[in-house]
């Protein structure tokens, strides 16, 4: 049962992250970016569009609901077995 618990729990955090990120590109795809500056080092990576980002974000969402889905699920079950225990 611990497996399963682990399991949701990395898929939630993981959930989280990706959420953060497609967040976090959907406001760098919205705002502008600030005037260069002569010190000031070009972006290193594209920002992807708003649209992929809200898809992501999509993905990111209904993965967080699976897995605490499943840790749930896991939850329920060893409360059953422990109450069947005593």
Sequence with gaps: ???AI???LSGLMR???QAAKAASN???ATVPPPEPTPSSTP???PIPSVEQ???DLTIAS???KANAKALRIADETLGKFLDEMR
Excluded: I, K
Aim: glycine content about 4%; proline content about 10%.
């Design 6 to 8: 682990q399991t949701s």
């Design 1 to 3: 049962m611990l497996p």
């Design 43 to 45: 972006p290193s990576a």
């Design 26 to 28: 959907v406001v760098r």
């Design 53 to 55: 980002s809200m898809v």
């Design 62 to 64: 209904h993965g967080y």
């Design 15 to 17: 959930s989280s992250d």
